[in-house]
């Protein structure tokens, strides 16, 4: 009975930035679990954005390095997601993710417009 929801997403002008927010509920492990982003365009398939292990240790992919940031906070079980400098391409549905057990949120849009 995990529980994640996102929030934050919308409609941005290319080279604009939004904070995407996940959070966690019903779980007393949030501070050891690996979360993740992942992004699903329309047709598409979906692809990891961004990891970050309990302790802090991140990845990106190689399609946001640079632009993307993943953090986390235990206290409030709250995973985020800061996307800077935008690009139409980024527009997808974007899902907060437990790695293991493979868990999903309802996944948040994110359009950007040119």
């Known amino acids: 009975q995990v529980q994640l929801v996102e929030s934050g997403g919308g409609l941005v002008q290319a080279g604009g930035s939004l904070t995407l927010s996940c959070a966690a509920s019903?779980?007393?492990?949030?501070?050891?679990?690996?979360m993740g982003w992942y992004r699903q365009a329309p047709g598409k398939q979906r692809n990891m954005v961004a990891t970050?292990?309990?302790?802090?240790?991140?990845r990106y992919a190689d399609s946001v390095k640079g632009r993307f940031t993943i953090s986390r906070d235990n206290t409030s079980k709250t995973v985020f997601l800061q996307m800077n400098n935008l690009k139409p391409e980024d527009t997808a549905v974007y899902y907060c993710?437990?790695?293991?057990?493979?868990?999903w949120g309802q996944g948040t849009q994110v359009t950007v417009s040119s």
């Open positions: 019903r779980t007393s492990l949030f501070s050891m679990l690996t």
């Open positions: 970050i292990t309990g302790t802090g240790n991140t």
């Open positions: 993710k437990i790695e293991t057990p493979s868990t």
